[in-house]
């Protein structure tokens, strides 16, 4: 009787561990299936992304489209830590350039690895082994994976763009339908875990055939396969770069794969607040804002020299139109390499005012509950004005503040009863170069006061908040 017991006891545990493998087995291959690419998520509202504890994520980008081709381990290091420092959140960079007048999809990588095997995005050219020391084995691959790390390792996002396939489509040549699908599972795959990607597909181009649409189309589906394990697009986030004067909404609003819009505008300004509030109109609710604007010391736009003032009111236009921004230098988007347009080393141009300008900016808005903020023109009363000086304004939707961009010397006429929690406010301007801040009067919110840009001032902004009684 004990050892028929005994018997059953052993029969009992063989059975068990055999389901205790198998559903090792089973949990260990679930993070291929249900991985997410980003913890980055849409919020509630729509408006904007969040952060895995609910916190907003604010976006603040940076363009490096060449970071993969013509930087060094140490320059890759000296770049993201110093854009980290500087307040940016996002660094938009191309896995590879495929645009020919500035790289190339055959063009070698500064250790001089290629890419792809006879350029066919579906043969990434690999090699066994990964130390840096040993040329045998550091290859093209190895380098963007060191990118992923250190910005992972300095608190940014990488907005990771598979192939820049250029204004005229010189990408195209290379990356097809028949393709594009193998060559983003692979991507999918190799950067499941990492956890601080957002995929930026297309490259300048406008995907006005339905070859191009299919291309980005199989591309979203192999990267969202390769993280998720199936084509589940709430595991990846996602969206297009266009090229200038559009928007990805344009194309791929109702795409499933496209999470948030993306416009660019190439040489003119005045666009952003226009489209950034066409977008922020859609249905269903995306986040919208820019992903390319003019470049600060850019020789090539019509409306140069872009000084730090056009690179403020850039800015602010896209944040008060109600978007996100993305910066970019004219000698740090290429790091040099592009010699038509430089005008400095990249690494001084680091530190160029405009990005000094961005810290100000970043600084601020995270020190206000800047999500809770929506556009309100109606706001301005007067002095709203229009293209290349236009001012804005936005209103809490707690209806105790207003933010006000006054992007010249200007006079505008303030509807304070937008703050309706007190019937007495406090106005405070603030300086965009510095950041300092003075008094600019308190008021009755009954009233429609007039504020002026103040002197010596090429642009302002005014924070106007509800003064509570204590107790």
């Known amino acids: 009787m004990a050892r028929h017991s005994h018997a059953r006891v052993d029969r009992f545990g063989f059975d068990l561990h055999a389901l205790i493998v198998g559903l090792t087995l089973l949990i260990l291959g679930m993070p291929q299936m249900m991985k997410a690419a980003s913890p980055l998520r849409l919020s509630e509202n729509g408006r904007y992304l969040i952060e895995p504890d609910g916190k907003p994520f604010f976006w603040l980008g940076d363009t490096a489209w060449l970071l993969s081709q013509m930087t060094t381990r140490e320059d890759v290091d000296l770049y993201l830590r110093t854009r980290a420092l500087q307040g940016f959140t996002v660094i938009q960079a191309g896995v590879v350039m495929g645009e020919e007048r500035v790289g190339g999809t055959l063009h070698a990588n500064i250790y001089g690895d290629m890419a792809f095997t006879n350029g066919d995005p579906s043969q990434p050219l690999t090699t066994p082994g990964r130390d840096p020391e040993e040329a045998q084995q550091y290859d093209y691959w190895d380098h963007v994976d060191y990118i992923v790390k250190r910005a992972e390792a300095h608190g940014l996002t990488l907005g990771l763009l598979p192939l820049f396939v250029g204004w005229r489509g010189d990408g195209y040549k290379y ?86 819009n993306m416009i660019q505008i190439w040489g003119n300004e005045k666009q952003i607040y226009p489209k950034i509030t066409h977008d922020y109109q859609l249905t269903p609710v995306k986040p919208t804002g820019l992903g390319e604007g003019s470049y600060e010391d850019g020789p090539q736009y019509p409306t140069r020299p872009i000084d730090a003032l056009k690179i403020r009111q850039q800015a602010y236009w896209s944040y008060l139109a109600g978007g996100y921004h993305t910066y970019g230098n004219t000698n740090t988007w290429n790091f040099s390499s592009y010699k038509p347009e430089g005008t400095q080393d990249w690494r001084d141009a680091l530190r160029s005012p405009g990005a000094k300008h961005l810290s100000v900016l970043v600084k601020f808005f995270t020190s206000i509950e800047w999500w809770k903020l929506i556009p309100d023109p109606a706001a301005l009363a007067s002095g709203m004005g229009s293209g290349e000086t236009r001012n804005a304004a936005m209103r809490s939707v707690d209806g105790d503040s207003l933010l006000i961009y006054l992007s010249s010397p200007a006079t505008v006429r303030v509807c304070l009863d937008a703050i309706s929690v007190a019937d007495r406010v406090r106005a405070t301007w603030i300086d965009p170069e510095t950041g300092d801040r003075s008094n600019a009067g308190q008021f009755f919110n009954t009233v429609t006061p007039s504020f002026s840009t103040p002197k010596d001032w090429s642009d302002a902004l005014l924070l106007i908040q509800a003064e509570r009684s204590a107790g």
Do not use: C
């Not at 291309?215 to 770069?241: F, K, P, S």
């Open 175 to 260: 990356l097809k339908p028949e393709n594009a699908y193998h060559y983003g599972l692979f991507l999918g795959r190799r950067y499941q875990d990492k956890s601080h990607l957002v995929w930026l597909l297309g490259g300048d181009n406008t995907p006005d055939t339905e070859t191009k649409q299919k291309v980005w189309h199989e591309m979203a589906r192999g990267i969202t396969v390769g993280v998720a394990g199936t084509e589940d697009y709430d595991q990846t986030l996602m969206t297009y770069h266009i090229n200038g004067g559009n928007s990805s909404s344009q194309w791929f609003h109702q795409a499933p794969w496209l999470d948030f």
